[in-house]
């Protein structure tokens, strides 16, 4: 890890105060499990660490009429943990149930969990965010890409978006707020994402001077959701594919779903026309089948990676038959 | 750096060669001991680093004073500084669960927590679960049903347990598979561990010794 | 002269009996000190620079910036300009400095240049070798050609399994400090603390004898941990230009993963012929693996089954990679993968139960063939297999499918070179020396209990040294030798040392020596164990010198002796539609002659069934074709099992009459090996089709699921397209 300065404000104002213009200037410490290992890693160096976890107004989780607010801070335990979370939003909790390790979830927050970086395995190693060789060419499609993109994949970005709660709570309609110089920003979930063009992009819509402050979920009354995890181990592991979805229900029929996949692109994935077959139907396995057909309708492999077209068809099949079991696997 | 951040010459009063500039952030090359305070949205916050700051660690609950870089991480700190050794550096990536120590009550990842982060709280390291010569009942769990081999993960595998049975008195056999997912061991110990764990839930006796033509199931 | 044999089995006090090693309250307290945990006063942090190239020859290199750091106290090029590299992560320059920080900004501020080569870093396909591919081995026994001829079923199949890495916890690494130029002191991580003098002395040109090497807890070795590596040597080297200071490297994740050590992997082409009824005529194999840029050994192949005709053939291919080394049992895993993966598919193919297919053939097991055949019908009790098995693939509803699979395996373990000296001191107090280590497979206990045993002692009146080559020299603990040595020395040395204090002690009781007995803490008269005299009453005979004796291995008598068998099943769910396995529950029946500590052997087989599980279902060393570098040199990408990942684990120790009057013999390595080959086995139960290779990710079984016939199955774009 390279050398850098270290401030713990205690209020927002404060902290994006203390953050820069560029992404090398400063980085945001929250959990840390990321960004430590980033640094280890030499894949970022920033020159100050702003701590924000000292800002107590990012901190907790409440359900209220207006639905579930979630303070950036919160840690992934504290969502397992919270029982108005399990009740409503069945999707939210077995997303943060795929997160293994109690230490993580101890640490990581739901800040740092939409935040973190790629794990694509030549990021990591200083090929650079879109893993590209000296001459400038991409590694990727011609390299082991067995954990790399099926959709949203025709370049120059080729990783997956590593978060595993953002499928769950984009699903459910979520908004995320983010504050900066300029005061207070509120975006859906879902355009929080972006896919980088240059390898000093990143992958969301936060500017290097702004943080996220919190997550809001509308109400989820007449909602069905649940998240299926395709995970290799139950140690602590990253999800070869995943689904989450929410089910709108007018008595059996479905009134309007919502699925997004997770660890297949990029960024999170919409999966509009699966969505669409859903609507006005009752659900069945025949439904759910063909939902995760379309789900993947765009998909193109690379190389080595075909096999995850099948899982994340398999994840979106089982996640609709889930939710419309109540959230029960 | 952006709008009206001002410094202020404070803390240590040592001098430094590089200031804040107004379009980015410049480090300071020379060591310097302590931290300067700089004026920030209209509050002052200080600001440590990069050179050896000094700090106060609650360990054990001994309080512990040292001096070290921000880059320094808790588990370094803990090692090199205050020679507890117990927790391990071997994946040094928040995988493998060896440097786990418990702050403020919940497990972490000792590797991923700066050592200057880590100041206020409370730690817990397995040499701290030790009550004079007399082991914590996980240990003593863990020694009766042989979950360790080489021992390397052993002491952040026992903080772990603790924890887990802190938050989850009477685990079932489900509960235990799913609840330890943070810590990964090498000679294969997890069979004496999940026993361990059982054990030390329920206090029961250790299995009997002795016999020929023995079975042992390590299912649970 | 004293009998040295191993006392009835009614008389044994702790041998044979589930004793906590002892050890393990410095363990789960954390204050067990590891190479990787010394501190030395005024120590200095080493750190490595490698090369990112897997092949490249190094044309500058320029180390004035690092070494105008303050707090950076020496560097040390390893590899001069000109020397061409041979793998990626090769060491390249050193630096010493007063902390962690400081020598990873000096070796941040080094600059090399390097001329790059081109390189080979994979090899599953062995038409793409080119140059790299040397023919190794090539056997014929018995008429091959006319066998297969007669055969009534030919079976082809492809199997293999990737290079793994030991990935040690505790890396690899050590201490040195020089008391003057010409004594040094080394802490180092070893599984042969009486062989490192011999081998860091010659490089820094000073003898052995003044080396004094140190370890007191090692975690973990696996066989990477034999030798000593050039870092040690820098180590040194790099103390020595900082006046003496204590240097300390440890291997970094990323190293220990790229160049500490390796499997050598295993591919091969089979043809097995049968005759209908199922006894195996013939082999064939043609099989390649690498182990690095050197060579990688070849597996044995048939393993354990003397097919009557076979011929195979072996090729090496020297790939860019980090070297091979001892990985528990070495190529044995490799071999019974290949060949029990051939054997099943015969039976599948016959329709035949895999148990019955084994038994009908296991006169062919020659030397173990009874102990396969009674430790088939333990497992297959266990196991409830003749309930639980089915025809290959038979259908089940739903999209997960179980199904059984067997495997069996042998080794040697034979006891090592040993030596040790005993102490019985006048006020009765009792020391055992040796310059052994314990690798966490319980040796110190092992030790003690056989001391305490001989002496009618408890075990905490035994006071053990060891990991100090200063005691008597023992092997390296490899190849399962540990137990059967340091057992048989210390039961020798401590039955001369009785003997002893028993001449001391008869005239006293006005008896002959070889009347008394040493028992439950009292010397006795063994035709009235009423006369006698405590431990301690009867030390107070030996005067005032201590009574002093050598224990040797070999020696006279018979307590020990080589070669084991064991059997696994092993019980697997496969969800067809995502390709991932679990393992249910894998049983384990295990022969290894006399057990001194039957708890800490059955862990060595728990962990052994864990590693096992690792192997089969999740580790591979990745390698980019590209770049050549490893694409998982973490713990992230590496994987390894979790205490949620390994099901049911069932072991059955071998012991009794038969099995207990062989002696001690070496349990470390056997039950590594079958793991594999029975979970692979399961998992062709399970699906209906072999997946061919290791480890069963779900892109290898989805792609073995869609192309049944394809070889090598690994993730050339697995199951794409498949239907849910």
């Known amino acids: 890890m390279r050398a850098f300065e270290y401030a713990s404000p205690t209020t927002k104002e404060q902290a994006v105060s203390l953050l820069g213009n560029s992404w090398d200037e400063a980085e945001v410490l929250a959990g840390g499990t990321d960004l430590l290992s980033l640094m280890k890693d030499g894949c970022v160096a920033p020159k100050r660490l702003v701590n924000i976890k000292e800002i107590r107004e990012l901190r907790g989780i409440s359900a209220g009429g207006g639905g579930l607010r979630i303070g950036a801070l919160a840690t992934i335990q504290e969502l397992l943990d919270n029982r108005a979370v399990s009740r409503a939003y069945p999707a939210i909790t077995q997303a943060a149930e795929g997160i293994t390790s109690p230490q993580i979830r101890s640490l990581g927050t739901i800040g740092g969990e939409l935040c973190q970086r790629p794990r694509c395995w030549y990021y990591r190693a200083g090929y650079g965010l879109l893993a590209t060789d000296e001459q400038g060419e991409p590694l990727v499609p011609s390299g082991d890409n067995r954990y790399h993109a099926i959709l949203g994949n025709a370049g120059p970005a080729y990783f997956v978006h590593a978060s595993s709660l953002a499928p769950a709570l984009i699903a459910l309609g979520a908004k995320v707020r983010l504050f900066g110089p300029d005061g207070v920003r509120e975006m859906w979930l879902d355009q929080f994402f972006t ?8 992958e969301t819509a936060l500017k290097p001077n702004e943080i996220v402050t919190e997550i809001i979920v509308p109400t989820a009354l007449g909602v069905k959701s649940a998240t299926y995890e395709v995970r290799q181990r139950e140690a602590l592991d990253w999800p070869l594919a995943t689904a989450s979805v929410a089910l709108s229900m007018s008595g059996d029929r479905v009134r309007v779903a919502r699925i997004v996949m997770g660890h297949v692109a990029p960024r999170p994935w919409r999966a509009a026309e699966a969505e669409q077959v859903l609507a006005e139907k009752a659900v069945t396995e025949e439904v759910a089948q063909k939902a995760g057909e379309l789900a993947l309708n765009g998909a193109n492999s690379l190389s080595r990676n075909g096999y995850k077209i099948q899982l994340a068809r398999v994840a979106v099949k089982r996640a609709i038959l889930m939710a419309a079991r109540g959230g029960r696997g | 750096m952006q709008r009206d951040e001002k410094m202020k010459e404070k803390g240590s009063g040592l001098s430094r060669r590089t200031f804040l500039k107004v379009s980015g952030i410049s480090l300071s090359v020379p060591v310097v001991l302590g931290h300067r305070t700089i004026k920030v949205a209209g509050a002052e916050v200080e600001v440590y680093g990069p050179g050896k700051v000094p700090i106060a660690l609650t360990v054990n609950g001994a309080k512990h004073t040292a001096e070290v870089e921000p880059r320094v991480t808790l588990l370094e700190a803990l090692r090199h500084e205050l020679d507890l050794t117990g927790a391990k550096r071997v994946c040094d990536r928040a995988t493998c669960g060896a440097c786990t120590v418990i702050m403020d009550g919940k497990p972490v990842y000792s590797c991923s927590v700066l050592a200057l982060e880590a100041q206020g709280k409370q730690i817990t390291t397995a040499e701290g679960l030790l009550r004079g010569d007399r082991l914590h009942p996980v240990q003593q769990a863990f020694i009766d049903n042989d979950a360790q081999q080489c021992g390397f993960c052993t002491p952040g595998f026992v903080v772990a347990c603790k924890v887990f049975l802190d938050k989850n008195p009477n685990p079932t056999p489900e509960e235990i598979q799913k609840g330890l997912g943070g810590n990964l061991c090498r000679c294969g110990t997890y069979v004496g561990v999940r026993a361990a764990v059982a054990q030390a839930a329920n206090q029961y006796p250790n299995r009997k010794g002795g016999g020929n033509q023995s079975t042992s199931k390590g299912g649970r | 002269m004293a009998e040295y044999k191993w006392p009835e089995p009614e008389k044994r006090s702790l041998i044979g009996k589930r004793i906590s090693r002892v050890d393990g309250p410095a363990k789960v307290s ?17 750190k490595v620079l490698r090369s990112p190239h897997a092949h490249a020859k190094i044309v500058s290199i320029d180390t004035s910036a690092a070494e105008k750091m303050p707090g950076v106290k020496a560097v040390k090029v390893i590899q001069e300009p000109g020397t061409e590299i041979k793998w990626a992560g090769d060491e390249i320059v050193a630096v010493a400095a007063v902390d962690e920080p400081t020598a990873e900004d000096a070796i941040r501020a080094i600059k090399v240049t390097y001329e790059k080569l081109p390189h080979l870093v994979v090899e599953e396909d062995l038409s793409a070798a080119g140059d790299n591919a040397k023919p190794a081995a090539e056997q014929t026994a018995g008429e091959p050609e006319k066998a297969f001829g007669e055969a009534e079923v030919i079976v082809e199949g492809f199997y293999g399994l990737p290079v793994i890495t030991h990935c040690c916890l505790e890396s690899h690494g050590s201490i040195s400090e020089w008391e003057g130029d010409q004594n040094l002191l080394v802490h180092i991580s070893t599984q042969a603390v009486s062989n490192v003098a011999n081998q860091i002395g010659r490089p820094l040109g000073i003898p052995a004898a003044n080396v004094r090497v140190k370890q007191d807890h090692i975690g973990g070795g696996f066989g990477s941990k034999f030798q000593v590596d050039r870092w040690d040597v820098t180590a040194a080297q790099l103390s020595k230009m900082a006046g003496g200071k204590p240097v300390k490297i440890m291997l970094e994740r990323d190293a220990e993963l790229m160049v500490a050590g390796i499997r050598p992997s295993a591919y091969a082409r089979v043809k097995v012929g049968a005759k209908r009824d199922g006894e195996i005529i013939a082999w064939q194999s043609e099989s390649w693996n690498t182990g690095g840029s050197g060579g990688g050994g070849s597996p044995p192949l048939p393993y354990v089954f003397s097919v009557p005709n076979k011929h195979t053939q072996h090729t090496g291919i020297a790939t860019n990679t980090g070297s091979a080394r001892a990985w528990r049992a070495p190529n044995h895993p490799q071999g019974c993968l290949v060949t029990m993966s051939a054997l099943e598919d015969t039976a599948a193919r016959l329709e035949m139960d895999p148990l019955d297919f084994f038994l009908k053939n296991i006169e062919l097991a020659g030397r173990f063939a009874e102990v396969y055949r009674e430790e088939f019908a333990i497992a297959a009790d266990l196991m409830e297999w003749k309930k639980n098995w089915h025809q290959r693939g038979a259908k089940t509803a739903g999209p997960v499918k179980r199904g059984l699979g067997l495997s069996l395996h042998t080794w040697g373990g034979g006891g090592h070179g040993s030596n040790c000296d005993v102490i019985i001191h006048p006020d009765g107090s009792v020391e055992v020396k040796m310059g052994t280590q314990d690798l966490g497979t319980g040796t110190r206990t092992a030790i003690m209990m056989v001391a305490a045993e001989t002496f009618g002692l408890p075990l905490e009146a035994i006071k053990l040294m060891i990991g100090d080559n200063q005691f008597p020299t023992s092997g390296a603990s490899g190849g399962s030798t540990t137990i059967g040595g340091v057992s048989a020395s210390t039961r020798r040395g401590t039955l001369d040392a009785l003997e002893q204090l028993f001449e001391k002690v008869a005239p006293s009781l006005n008896v002959q020596p070889a009347d008394l007995e040493a028992v439950a803490g009292r010397i006795r008269v063994k035709s009235d164990p009423r006369r006698g005299l405590s431990w301690k009453e009867a030390c107070m005979k030996i005067g005032g010198t201590a009574i002093t004796t050598r224990g040797r291995n070999p020696g006279p008598g018979t307590l020990n002796s080589s070669g084991v068998g064991g059997v696994q099943m092993a019980d697997v769910s496969v969800d067809v539609e995502t390709g991932i396995v679990r393992v249910n529950k894998v049983v384990a029946v295990q022969d290894c002659g006399l057990i001194i500590d039957l708890k800490t052997a059955e862990s060595q087989v728990y962990g052994a069934l864990i590693m096992g599980v690792c192997y089969a279902l999740y580790e591979e060393r990745i390698m980019d074709a590209r770049t050549g570098r490893m ?35 070496g349990l470390g390595e056997p039950p ?3 793991p594999g080959a029975a979970i692979s086995n399961a998992v062709a139960n399970a699906v209906g089709v072999r997946v061919p290779s290791l480890p069963l990710t779900p892109d290898r079984v989805l792609a073995a699921l ?3 016939d394809r070889e090598g199955g690994s993730s050339k774009n697995g199951g794409n397209d498949a239907g849910i």
């Not at chain 3, 954390?30 to 080493?46: S, V």
């Not at chain 3, 990408?637 to 072991?651: H, N, P, R, S």
Request: hydrophobic share 35%.
């Open chain 1, 195 to 202: 896919t980088p063009l240059t390898a000093d992009d990143r």
């Open chain 3, 30 to 46: 954390g204050k067990a000190k590891y190479t990787y945990d010394i501190k030395r006063p005024d120590m200095l942090y080493g």
């Open chain 3, 672 to 674: 590594v090996i079958s």
């Open chain 3, 631 to 665: 694409l998982n040199p973490n713990m992230e990408f590496y994987k390894l099992a979790g205490l949620g990942d390994i099901g049911e684990l069932v072991v059955h120790m071998m012991t009794g009459k038969a099995y207990d009057e062989r002696g001690v013999i």
């Open chain 3, 706 to 708: 869609q192309y049944p």
